[in-house]
């Protein structure tokens, strides 16, 4: 059984740090890895998706790498802004099409 | 370009009652997943539909079933609600492809409350 992971549960920093979270899984039998952004009671918002070939995937100020091998994907925020405060979600996705979900990181951004 | 929408946006209910929930799908996708998602946790995934059938189903009991339509629109129907049933219940469609693992999007959800 799939099991996601993600490390810190939460992460407070000041505006322009760059930060840095951490999602790791059970299963390295991966099809894809998907990146969200929740909002408080909103739905998810696709940030990045790294199919099980690829090694990372780069949109803006956001860059996430994946490690199949070693069961690990981080996503790296480059000067982190207030609007960047949410929820962040990390998701895998297996054989059966269904995406294994982690309880996500919290993040606040001091201004 | 219209995104996936779900209605209704928040829902009370008692316990016992039946729930319908109803989503519709990105232009062009073809697959649809449910997701419940509790307060504090990651999403759980229910089921998905893809081309009317279900396609993949996670561990929820049976009085949780779904329809997917020819517009691919799906419903989320829940019997004999219980207050554990309580959650953002969100939809997700892709534009499954044979083998290819496509983007999955999500609607807003809706936030279910059983009393």
């Known amino acids: 059984k799939q099991e996601v992971t993600q490390i810190p549960a939460a992460l407070s920093v000041p505006e322009g740090e760059n930060l840095v979270l951490n999602c790791s899984f059970t299963d390295s039998a991966i099809y894809n890895l998907q990146w969200f952004r929740q909002d408080p009671g909103k739905g998810l918002t696709s940030l990045l998706l790294i199919q099980s070939s690829q090694r990372e995937q780069t949109s803006g100020r956001l860059n996430a790498s994946l490690d199949k091998s070693s069961g690990r994907s981080t996503l790296y925020i480059a000067a982190s802004q207030p609007g960047d405060s949410a929820t962040y979600l990390c998701a895998v996705g297996g054989s059966n099409y269904k995406l294994t979900f982690g309880k996500g990181t919290l993040l606040t951004v001091n201004p | 370009e219209t995104g996936v929408t779900q209605s209704p946006t928040h829902l009370i209910k008692t316990r016992g009652q039946q729930v319908t929930l109803r989503c519709s799908s990105q232009?062009?996708?073809?697959?649809v997943s449910w997701y419940q998602q509790a307060l504090g946790q990651g999403p759980q995934f229910i089921f998905q539909?893809?081309?009317?059938?279900?396609?993949g189903r996670g561990n929820f009991p049976p009085r949780f079933s779904g329809l997917q339509f020819p517009n691919y629109s799906s419903e989320l129907n829940v019997n004999a609600l219980e207050l554990d049933d309580s959650a953002l219940y969100l939809c997700?469609?892709?534009?499954?492809?044979?083998?290819?693992?496509?983007?999955?999007?999500f609607g807003p959800g809706t936030r279910l409350t059983v009393l």
């Open positions: 997700a469609s892709s534009a499954a492809s044979g083998r290819t693992y496509n983007e999955q999007f």
């Open positions: 539909y893809y081309r009317e059938e279900e396609n």
């Open positions: 232009s062009g996708h073809n697959t």
